[in-house]
């Protein structure tokens, strides 16, 4: 299960020298969009500015922990000797990407098991949903949408029976920049509107069904943008277009991408699990969205592809749908309150 981010998936032996125009320009110093994200990188622990000491640790339910962001995250917790319960609907699957041997301690329930699994639990995080990188039928649609709701309104639910003493402190549920809609012009915060289309639709929907918990538990709602990583997505979709087409932007190349790095966005929900401060809506996404013509210029260095030809607007359609007007039209999403909370990005593209 994964959230509405469409994360990004390249080869594991990719590695980008970026070329020297490129490379020795201001905003590509620290560029993590293919030079680091694409490399084989050891995963390390990163403390944040309000890591919890030894001796105060936590109890973490974890829904969505077998996708992309989850895998992440339950590392986290465990290597910081957290005690993690995934809640899941299939045991097998989770065993199989949490072994006993490399994960002892970790408590592994099924869907009958949540209640005890949430009671007691210091936080939880729910970050369960049906990919959205697949063609989009009408049937796919309503699954998307319900697979978010059902699972968000059954933790809000078992969240809000649990008896005072030994319900979660905090909830932080994962949503998507998709709230906005789509633009090539507009600015979007976390103050910005609801756009008007399917998935900020969806969003509208799990956000308000997050918000139904107790109002005693701190509630973290986290508007996640694409997330950067080796593993997993929709552009992996892409990719093979890419090549295809020679290495040139994915429709016009001026739409934004919004997009944030693995390490990052599981950074920020730690720290909205420890940190007070964090209530409300935040933006996961990094400081510095970037326009899809850099993001291929880049892809297509790394590819081995000369970035001139584009990939025309009918051959994403062709894989993705309806659900290619995410990639083709795009938006603009600042993550104001996560900079105003003084969250320290690792990688953010550039200095302002």
């Excluded at 097998?92 to 408590?107: H, N, R, T, Y």
């Excluded at 000369?306 to 749908?321: C, E, I, M, N, R």
Aim: with cysteine; hydrophobic share 40%; glycine share 8%.
């Amino acid at each position: 299960m994964e959230t509405l981010s469409w994360s990004h998936n390249v080869s594991s032996s990719l590695h980008l020298p970026l070329p020297h125009s490129v490379s020795n320009s201001p905003p590509f110093q620290s560029s993590p969009l293919f030079y680091q994200t694409c490399q084989v990188r050891r995963f390390r622990i990163c403390c944040t500015s309000h890591q919890t000491s030894k001796g105060n640790q936590m109890i973490i339910s974890v829904t969505g922990a077998t996708g992309f962001i989850g895998r992440r995250l339950v590392q986290r917790l465990h290597a910081d000797k957290h005690s993690v319960h995934v809640l899941t609907r299939s045991r097998s699957k989770a065993e199989a990407i949490f072994p006993v041997k490399d994960f002892p301690g970790i408590k592994i329930a099924e869907e009958s098991e949540w209640k005890n699994s949430i009671q007691g639990s210091t936080g939880v995080v729910n970050l369960a949903g049906m990919p959205i990188s697949t063609r989009w039928s009408s049937e796919i649609k309503t699954e998307i949408k319900q697979s978010r709701i059902r699972v968000t309104s059954k933790v809000v639910e078992l969240i809000n029976s649990a008896p005072e003493d030994i319900r979660p402190k905090v909830f932080v549920s994962a949503t998507a920049v998709g709230y906005y809609g789509t633009s090539e012009t507009q600015v979007f915060d976390e103050q910005s509107p609801s756009g008007n289309d399917y998935l900020a639709e969806v969003c509208r929907e799990w956000e308000s069904t997050a918000l139904k918990v107790n109002g005693d538990v701190r509630v973290a709602l986290i508007r996640i943008g694409v997330v950067l990583g080796k593993d997993g997505g929709a552009l992996a979709k892409m990719i093979p277009l890419f090549k295809m087409f020679a290495g040139g932007p994915i429709g016009s190349g001026k739409q934004w991408f919004s997009w944030i790095h693995l390490d990052d966005i599981v950074n920020l929900i730690y720290e909205a699990l420890i940190n007070p401060s964090y209530e409300g809506v935040i933006n996961g996404t990094a400081p510095n969205p970037v326009r899809f013509a850099e993001l291929c210029d880049q892809l297509g260095y790394a590819l081995g592809r000369p970035s001139w030809l584009p990939v025309p607007d009918f051959a994403l359609k062709a894989v993705l749908g309806e659900g290619a007007s995410v990639v083709l039209e795009g938006q603009r999403v600042l993550p104001n309150q996560a900079k105003k909370l003084g969250f320290p990005f690792k990688y953010s593209y550039r200095e302002n």
